[in-house]
């Protein structure tokens, strides 16, 4: 390797430092890679030197270990040599604070009635982009379904997400053919885990459970979200709540239907009233900078954050069904390690 080259990360791959080791993540690939803490400090106090000016900076006692650091990111397509770095900026990672809405979880068991008229028109004057409905009931027909949604087909919402029970028989071609935006549907207590691409929309069968809303909150690898708006939302607020505005079973409005605060009922207040509540914007904001334990983890930035369900329902600590320990690196579950 010539010496007089700086290595430098691509824009896209960076790097986060956690309590014993750090991790390199790619924005692009939608991946990550593992490095130890002292390849961190290289790549991040001394971006830009060249790799003699490195080795020298340890009195070149490193220099088979630098060496051998190097090799493993330019092999892993993680960096490139350049004699120009100055030419190779990091990405800009500034945000503006959103004051309307993303997303939304609305949950629907056998005694909801929600007004669905009302929820759609005002999620859509808020300019929500994603809503996810979760049918924690029974028995429910195709035509429940396409008349829950009827209101939505005024709306600029983008994307709809099911979560609905498994159902012998149902109808999912006529669902489809009524609401095009539907993007994702999850059945759940299915007969076997599997995933159907038949309809442009796919339809994940699980067999697990999902009964209610206490189901949610489980961080694990395969749900991180490696991707430059994810992560960016993540430096900047909270990575689950941020510009989220719910409907409970009841007909609560909170940041999430598990989250505790309640800003109103739906059939009292707008959801236009909530979205400007101070006590549910503040979970908006709650980064993983200031949470106990995940602060100091390499994945903060990739994990989606869960602040219904904390150790000891504390507001600022961590989520209490996760099962990594950045101190010791390791997954207390085991299933849970990407690399078992
Ligand atoms: S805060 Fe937790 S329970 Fe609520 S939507 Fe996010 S992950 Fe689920
Ligand atoms: S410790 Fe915190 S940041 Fe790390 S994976 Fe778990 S929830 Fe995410």
């Not at 929500?128 to 924690?136: A, P």
């Not at 009292?268 to 549910?280: F, G, K, P, T």
């Given at each position: 390797m010539d010496d007089s080259k700086s290595v430098l990360l691509f824009s896209n791959c960076i790097p986060v430092k956690g309590a014993s080791r750090s991790a390199i993540c790619d924005l692009q690939r939608n991946s990550f890679q593992l490095i130890p803490n002292t390849l961190y400090d290289i790549l991040h106090d001394y971006r830009g030197k060249n790799t003699k000016e490195i080795k020298s900076l340890y009195d070149n006692e490193y220099d088979n270990e630098i060496d051998e650091y190097f090799k493993f990111l330019i092999d892993n397509e993680l960096a490139f040599t350049t004699l120009e770095?100055?030419?190779?900026?990091?990405?800009?990672?500034?945000?503006?604070?959103?004051?309307?809405?993303?997303?939304?979880?609305?949950?629907?068991?056998?005694?909801?009635?929600?007004?669905?008229?009302?929820?759609?028109?005002?999620?859509?004057?808020?300019?929500?982009?994603?809503?996810?409905?979760?049918?924690?009931?029974i028995n429910i027909t195709v035509d429940d379904l396409i008349e829950d949604l009827r209101p939505s087909l005024d709306s600029r919402i983008k994307h709809i997400d099911i979560i609905m029970p498994y159902s012998k028989g149902f109808d999912y071609n006529k669902l489809f053919e009524a609401h095009e935006r539907i993007n994702f549907l999850t059945v759940y207590s299915a007969p076997e885990n599997k995933t159907i691409q038949k309809f442009d929309t796919p339809i994940f069968y699980t067999?697990?459970?999902?009964?209610?809303?206490?189901?949610?909150?489980?961080?694990?690898?395969?749900?991180?979200?490696?991707?430059?708006?994810?992560?960016?939302?993540?430096?900047?607020?909270?990575?689950?709540?941020?510009?989220?505005?719910?409907?409970?079973?009841?007909?609560?409005?909170?940041?999430?239907?598990?989250?505790?605060?309640?800003?109103?009922?739906?059939?009292?207040?707008?959801?236009?009233?909530?979205?400007?509540?101070?006590?549910?914007?503040?979970?908006?904001l709650i980064n993983k900078d200031q949470i106990a334990v995940c602060q100091d983890c390499e994945f903060r930035y990739i994990c989606t954050d869960c602040r219904a369900f904390t150790i000891d329902n504390e507001k600022y600590a961590k989520p209490s069904k996760c099962s990594y320990d950045p101190y010791n690196a390791e997954w207390s579950n085991p299933s849970d390690n990407p690399f078992n």
């Open positions: 770095p100055e030419l190779f900026p990091s990405i800009d990672f500034s945000w503006k604070s959103p004051y309307k809405i993303e997303n939304s979880i609305i949950d629907i068991d056998e005694n909801s009635c929600h007004p669905f008229e009302k929820i759609f028109k005002e999620l859509n004057d808020l300019g929500c982009k994603s809503v996810q409905l979760r049918y924690f009931t067999v697990e459970k999902i009964s209610s809303s206490q189901h949610c909150g489980i961080v694990y690898p395969a749900n991180f979200s490696i991707n430059i708006d994810h992560f960016k939302e993540a430096l900047h607020g909270n990575s689950c709540l941020l510009g989220k505005i719910s409907v409970d079973i009841d007909g609560f409005i909170r940041n999430c239907p598990s989250t505790p605060y309640k800003s109103g009922h739906i059939n009292e207040i707008s959801l236009l009233d909530a979205v400007v509540d101070e006590s549910l914007r503040e979970f908006w």
